[in-house]
């Protein structure tokens, strides 16, 4: 979807995000849409990939470029996907979602190599965000047939409800901290999405959400945009924490943070 969105529908969707803290737009992105996004994201991981920072783009061996699992700011180094993140038809519905206007905040990429890609802990993106009032949303668009067997996500429906939950080192490169009380009563609650290219999932900063491994011979690629309400802002000392906790954790896998 590249053009503007019916009001009707947005604000069924709205309702639906407000209730559950996530929702599935079903081919929110294809056709040519989708086709460009997959040229360029090709072309990026050919192009631009071999001269970022460790800290830009992660793999599961960083001795083979065919195990690239994330890549972060992506936004930053490529205009394509600096006007992506910019495009009316997400923005227009972050905005309905959070109620205000919105911060465009990252382009991201997420993988699970065939075979390889690990299990994403329960986590919060409100916990790496810092946010005060903690606000925000994400777009994950799939790039692949997406289901259990390559590591579909699983949102507790209803948490973003409750705030922000403990969180811990979790030792998974990408995702560094892991809900630490996650328990039956959050696996009860879950709710997962079986995708396909295009289709487009939406959820709050603070919904808990997970992936398992992927055990299939497929890749499991998407990619994330994400965007700030323009009320929230970055609480320095929650930030300064979370910085030296992730640079403990680099460290401690030989990966340079400056």
């Given at each position: 979807m590249s053009t503007a969105?019916?009001?009707?529908?947005?604000?069924?969707?709205?309702?639906?995000?407000?209730?559950?803290?996530?929702?599935?737009?079903?081919?929110?992105?294809?056709?040519?849409?989708?086709?460009?996004?997959?040229?360029?994201?090709?072309?990026?991981?050919?192009?631009?990939?071999?001269?970022?920072?460790?800290?830009?783009?992660?793999?599961?061996?960083?001795?083979?470029?065919?195990?690239?699992?994330?890549?972060?700011?992506?936004?930053?180094?490529?205009s394509f996907f600096a006007e992506l993140i910019r495009r009316d038809c997400f923005v227009d519905v972050a905005k309905s979602f959070l109620g205000e206007g919105v911060v465009t905040q990252g382009a991201e990429y997420f993988n699970k190599p065939a075979g390889l890609g690990k299990a994403t802990p329960p986590h919060q993106d409100g916990y790496y965000f810092c946010l005060v009032p903690n606000k925000a949303v994400t777009f994950w668009i799939a790039l692949d047939n997406i289901d259990e067997e390559n590591g579909c996500l699983r949102y507790v429906t209803g948490s973003h409800n409750g705030g922000v939950r403990p969180h811990g080192a979790s030792q998974?490169?990408?995702?560094?901290?892991?809900?630490?009380?996650?328990?039956?009563?959050?696996?009860?609650?879950?709710?997962?999405?079986?995708?396909?290219?295009?289709?487009?999932?939406?959820?709050?900063?603070?919904?808990?959400?997970?992936?398992?491994?992927?055990?299939?011979?497929?890749s499991r690629r998407a990619m994330g945009l994400v965007y700030f309400a323009e009320s929230a802002q970055v609480d320095p000392t929650l930030q300064q924490n979370y910085k030296d906790s992730l640079t403990n954790q680099h460290a401690g896998m030989g990966i340079a943070t400056t």
């Open positions: 969105v019916d009001q009707q529908q947005l604000s069924d969707w709205t309702d639906a995000f407000a209730r559950d803290g996530h929702i599935c737009l079903p081919q929110f992105l294809a056709g040519d849409a989708m086709e460009e996004l997959q040229d360029n994201l090709a072309r990026y991981i050919r192009d631009v990939v071999p001269g970022l920072p460790a800290t830009h783009a992660f793999y599961e061996n960083r001795e083979d470029p065919t195990t690239l699992k994330q890549m972060q700011y992506m936004q930053d180094e490529d998974i490169l990408g995702f560094s901290q892991g809900v630490q009380d996650w328990g039956p009563a959050d696996a009860a609650r879950e709710t997962k999405y079986i995708l396909q290219p295009g289709d487009v999932l939406v959820h709050h900063s603070l919904t808990i959400h997970r992936a398992d491994a992927n055990t299939s011979n497929r």
